[in-house]
């Protein structure tokens, strides 16, 4: 993209004066701004970023305190499950996880409810599954090593909200964390973050056996 801009300005400009980056990058926003159209459900507004996009979006890592920002402003923004209801049914949170349906255009509502996990696609969960992304790390045994016997135990009360924490947004304990923000960004919703939150910590689920 960059490399394009820069032919093309310095082409039009007839000069030999390269723009600066932050030149570029304003041509670039204006390029990916005006080639874009609302339509259905797709928002123009999609391409706005918040504070962690704009500084994970960079070539360098953002600095220590802006990280911590991050990270701060995304643990604020979890909501915690109704009535405390962690867990929901790990069969369920199953066929979230191999579901790769994602938003589209053509959706007639913006709610979420149709959409997958896609979990398999970054990570290992159970060994039942051959075919699975290494992206993230592997989460068999997810629950089991971490001695969940009982997701209702309050001594599991830590792990439990950390996990709900990860899955609603990733970036509360990694700043540039590629992870789905399945919850904070309206992904999935309440009842189906639960079921995955089975899947991963129900002592029944495969991924614990």
């Not at 199953?94 to 996990?117: I, V, Y």
């Not at 045994?141 to 001695?147: F, T």
């Not at 439990?160 to 990694?174: D, E, G, I, R």
């Not at 089975?198 to 002592?203: I, K």
Request: hydrophobic letters at 35%; one cysteine or more; glycine letters at 8%.
């Amino acid at each position: 993209m960059r490399i394009t801009l820069l032919l093309a300005v310095t082409l039009v400009a007839g000069c030999a004066t390269a723009p600066s980056p932050q030149e570029l990058d304003r041509l670039a926003l204006t390029t990916i701004q005006t080639s874009f159209r609302d339509q259905g459900i797709a928002k123009v507004d999609r391409l706005k970023q918040d504070l962690g996009q704009a500084a994970c979006s960079s070539p360098t890592p953002p600095a220590d305190d802006v990280a911590k920002r991050i990270e701060a402003e995304a643990l604020a923004s979890v909501k915690w499950p109704a009535g405390g209801q962690y867990l929901g049914d790990w069969r369920e949170g199953e066929k979230l996880a191999q579901n790769g349906r994602g938003m589209t255009w053509t959706d007639t509502s913006a709610e979420p409810g149709a959409n997958g996990g896609n979990c398999y696609n970054c990570h290992q969960i159970s060994k039942q599954e051959i075919s699975y992304g290494t992206i993230g790390p592997s989460l068999y045994n997810y629950g089991k090593i971490r001695g969940v016997k009982d997701p209702a135990d309050p001594a599991t009360a830590a792990i439990v909200q950390y996990t709900w924490t990860k899955l609603w947004n990733s970036k509360a304990y990694a700043a540039c964390s590629n992870m789905p923000r399945f919850g904070h960004a309206g992904l999935l919703n309440e009842t189906q973050i639960r079921h995955l939150m089975a899947l991963l910590l129900d002592p029944k689920s495969p991924v614990n056996q």
